[in-house]
């Protein structure tokens, strides 16, 4: 399969930082997103971690990445990637900044541990935003 002249399984890396609600940015005035548009980026989301997919290589790492504190965004697109996509491993960011992943959102605590979340009412007084890791381990589907 070729997407856009770029063969399938052709990059070692991708970081795959796709448009998303920049709940997170700062500074942020005014917020008047509705809920239906959330699940509209989460959906546009998708799309991209697709042909992310079939363009890392086996053994490839990615990276995904959003500026945003949703957790439709975040931790539900991590699980929709574990449960959709048996070909990708989530695996530990090793920097020890930011806070794990929120609970109730389908991440068991080992999971939860591997992702990073920074929350602008946090104590690193950082933009709010998100980043998971991932390692392709077979063909994708």
Request: overall charge positive; hydrophobic content about 40%; glycine content about 8%.
């Amino acid at each position: 399969m070729n997407i856009k002249t770029f063969h399938a399984e052709s990059f070692d890396r991708i970081l795959l930082d796709p448009p998303c609600s920049a709940l997170g940015l700062r500074p942020k005035l005014l917020v008047q997103t509705k809920a239906k548009e959330l699940i509209k980026h989460a959906n546009f989301q998708k799309l991209f971690i697709s042909q992310a997919i079939i363009l890392l290589k086996i053994g490839g790492t990615m990276t995904y990445s959003t500026c945003t504190f949703n957790a439709c965004e975040n931790e539900d697109m991590i699980r929709y990637i574990l449960d959709e996509y048996p070909c990708m491993k989530l695996v530990p960011i090793d920097y020890s900044v930011g806070g794990c992943g929120l609970p109730g959102r389908g991440l068991n605590d080992t999971e939860r541990g591997m992702v990073r979340r920074f929350d602008p009412s946090g104590e690193e007084d950082t933009m709010g935003f998100f980043v998971g890791k991932f390692v392709k381990a077979k063909h994708a589907p």
